[in-house]
């Protein structure tokens, strides 16, 4: 009884994931190897053909590579932005760094679409960003932000770097301040401590930070379709599309599945590349 006593305890939790998780991933999968006819919808079969449409077609390769490159570019200006404030954040006095918390949690506590369409309202060519520069002569033609991926980048590193700040603070919490210390002793300037002493030591939080981001990032769909629109198309909205403007669910699900497939391949190099590199942090 005393063995089996975890397992119930944690029995809600794990029905909670099945059914929530598990299950609807199970039904994607399976949906993904049905074939479809536009005339017929859905058949109940058994084959490949959605995922050799996909890997065969240029046209998904494009849009898999714009996924990935955004996911990567928020993920690296979120780590670059993320970890030195995640240091300072560390240094402050304990009420300011509450505040500073409270600032940092911020673009997690309003909706994703208000978030997004605020920046629409940034980057449009009729925008703040643009009438400002018009009217302080910098520019004479509005600057094309909206309908582009760097202004999906910037709408998404802002969601995305207090994932980041807190992994990274979390992981130097744990760092010994006497290692500082004994470097400012020996004579090395605080850019290279923050280099050879504290930024090894934030490598865990910045692997974990960084799973999160490019995950999230790869996924994300709100944004992307608001400010990427018709023309920067990405996974997220090339599976909607699948699913409710063209009606053919089971290759928008064999889209998701090697969306899902091909982040969690990166995620595992990426963790073990890291891992491998700062083994004496990791152990």
Request: aromatic content about 10%; charged content about 10%.
């Amino acid at each position: 009884m005393t063995s089996a006593r975890p397992w119930l305890l944690s029995a809600p939790a794990l029905v909670i994931f099945a059914v929530m998780l598990v299950t609807p991933l199970v039904m994607t999968a399976v949906l993904s190897f049905n074939s479809f006819d536009f005339y017929g919808g859905i058949k109940p079969t058994f084959g490949l053909q959605n995922y050799a449409d996909v890997l065969s077609d240029g046209y998904f390769y494009e849009i898999f590579l714009r996924t990935f490159l955004i996911a990567l570019a928020t993920t690296v200006i979120a780590a670059l932005i993320g970890t030195p404030q995640a240091y300072f954040l560390l240094r402050m006095h304990p009420f300011w760094r509450s505040l500073m918390i409270l600032v940092v949690l911020g673009p997690l506590l309003i909706s994703v679409v208000v978030r997004t369409l605020g920046w629409a309202i940034l980057l449009g060519n009729n925008g703040v960003i643009n009438d400002a520069l018009r009217t302080i002569g910098l520019i004479e033609r509005p600057l094309k932000m909206m309908y582009t991926s760097g202004g999906i980048v910037l709408a998404l590193v802002h969601v995305m770097v207090p994932f980041m700040i807190l992994a990274v603070w979390a992981a130097l919490q744990r760092q010994d301040p006497a290692t500082e210390k004994a470097a400012e002793s020996l004579g090395a300037k605080p850019s290279t401590v923050f280099r050879r002493i504290v930024l090894p030591q934030a490598m865990p939080g910045i692997l974990s930070g960084s799973l999160i981001v490019f995950s999230l990032s790869a996924s994300a769909f709100a944004t992307p379709a608001i400010l990427g629109g018709r023309r920067v198309k990405v996974v997220s909205t090339t599976v909607y599309d699948e699913f409710l403007n063209t009606l053919n669910w089971p290759l928008g699900a064999a889209i998701a599945i090697i969306l899902l497939v091909s982040v969690l391949a990166i995620m595992v190099a990426w963790n073990r590349l890291v891992e491998k590199r700062f083994a004496g942090v990791f152990e």
